[in-house]
């Protein structure tokens, strides 16, 4: 029984097989489908490896030449995908001369009737680090606000919930004489507050907060200005202000 072996008319290479036990019908909706295909009665080798020569037999895709064949590129700075020696037919996919993003692009050599290529081209330019430090600095404010704040030797709950609750809290001491509740902190502890004591509270657990946005601010300056160039520096500062 023949198999039909389907495959690419630009690079040759070999990109599925049908069989049937109707040839003839399967050769025709082949034909009709605009399919390019050759028949044979096996496969010579694995189907990655093999490709469809001018005279319409398979044979063994060969290595590309090494100029056609670069490393992995590192850069600092935006670059395009390199122009490369190619064979007749051969291509980059990135086309040569495309302008690439921050991050991997891998790119893929290839040519009729030779073995794929591919190599990969890492950007990480100044401003990525910065954006990147950023982003890190603004993401480690937001954990250190959310982590709980220092009250009277115990760590206060500063998620938007338990500010909801404070303030609450606080509105409901200006209006009730007297008032007084058992709050809960994240270390298990619970002290008794007086009106006087949640507004305290409340004001020790803004500080804090306000003190975070503040430091911040300066070290986001400081990362702009070139002056702080790691997570390590970024913690540092961070350690200084709580």
Excluded at 105 to 119: E, I, Q, S
Aim: aromatic share 8%.
């Amino acid at each position: 029984m023949s198999t039909f072996v389907r495959f690419d008319p630009v690079f040759r290479n070999l990109i599925g097989t049908e069989s049937g036990i109707d040839p003839a019908a399967l050769r025709a909706v082949l034909r009709e489908a605009g399919v390019s295909f050759v028949e044979v009665a096996t496969l010579p080798g694995p189907m990655d490896a093999l490709y469809v020569d001018d005279t319409g037999a398979l044979a063994a895709r060969i290595a590309l030449p090494e100029e056609s064949r670069p490393a992995d590129i590192d850069s600092a700075v935006a670059i395009s995908v390199p122009a490369i020696p190619l064979p007749p037919g051969g291509v980059t996919e990135p086309a040569a001369g495309t302008v690439l993003p921050s991050g991997e692009t891998h790119v893929r050599v290839r040519a009729p009737g030779t073995l794929d290529h591919w190599f990969t081209i890492r950007i990480w330019t100044a401003e990525d680090a910065r954006r990147e430090l950023l982003a890190y600095a603004a993401h480690r404010r937001w954990e250190l606000e959310t982590a709980g704040a220092p009250f009277r030797g115990h760590r206060v709950a500063t998620d938007d919930r338990s500010k909801i609750l404070m303030m609450s809290a606080v509105m409901a001491a200006g209006l009730t004489p007297g008032w007084s509740t058992r709050w809960q902190f994240l270390d298990g502890g619970a002290l008794k507050l007086s009106g006087a004591d949640v507004t305290a509270m409340s004001l020790s657990v803004q500080a804090y907060v306000n003190g975070l946005f503040g430091r911040f601010a300066a070290i986001k300056d400081a990362i702009e200005a070139g002056e702080i160039t790691t997570t390590g520096e970024i913690e540092h500062r961070f350690d200084r202000a709580i």
